[in-house]
């Protein structure tokens, strides 16, 4: 013979409170604003890196490397740790003579790292108007530049997330205890059998 299965009816789901749907309606918001702090980050550090693009290109267009002759002999400047162990060279300021792209004499102060004597050629970076001006920035900063502002927005935003949950959390978990205390009031003398 052949027993048949018996079936069990399912149970019922247990009934939901409504601060269980509000806290539910809760994470639902949170995860959605989560993914638009991402879909930002993502555009801003997309317009970051093409403004850095743009702004390596015109660099690169308007400042030339030319090369100068150091007026004076530089000194060598060390950085030292503790154990005066030299960590680094630290640039001087010098007068340098070079001659601009538009082929115009001219006279500045230059950065020149280590010990160099007079006459000696330096490489420094001109402007359009042939003043000494910095180098022009690198496809790599660019890049670098974008990637930390981006990972530095999504940071922020999750930290916001997180931290606005964890004070609604609390508020709800606060919220359930008081209920749950007024409840047990009206439930324990029952349960307990010291009800009259």
């Avoid at 004499?105 to 001109?126: C, D, I, K, L, Y």
Wanted: glycine share 6%.
């Amino acid at each position: 013979m052949h027993r048949e299965r018996q079936r069990h009816p399912r149970p019922e789901r247990l009934p939901r409170r409504p601060i269980d749907r509000l806290e539910d309606l809760i994470i639902w918001a949170l995860i959605t604003l989560g993914l638009l702090v991402a879909v930002f980050a993502v555009t801003v550090t997309a317009r970051r890196y093409e403004a850095g693009l743009q702004r390596v290109a015109v660099e690169t267009r308007e400042r030339t490397l030319v090369q100068a002759v150091l007026v004076e002999p530089t000194r060598q400047m060390l950085v030292t740790d503790d154990r005066t162990r030299v960590v680094q060279q630290v640039p001087t300021l010098v007068p340098v003579r070079y001659t601009a792209p538009d082929a115009t004499p001219h006279e500045a102060n230059a950065w020149v790292t280590g010990r160099r004597p007079a006459g000696a050629s330096v490489p420094v970076w001109v402007d359009g108007a042939g003043a000494i001006a910095a180098a022009p920035t690198r496809p790599v900063d660019a890049v670098t530049s974008a990637a930390a502002e981006g990972v530095g927005l999504l940071i922020l935003g999750a930290l916001a997330l997180v931290v606005t949950w964890a004070v609604i959390r609390d508020g709800i978990i606060r919220f359930n205890a008081v209920r749950w205390a007024r409840e047990w009031e009206q439930v324990e003398p029952v349960w307990s059998g010291r009800s009259t």
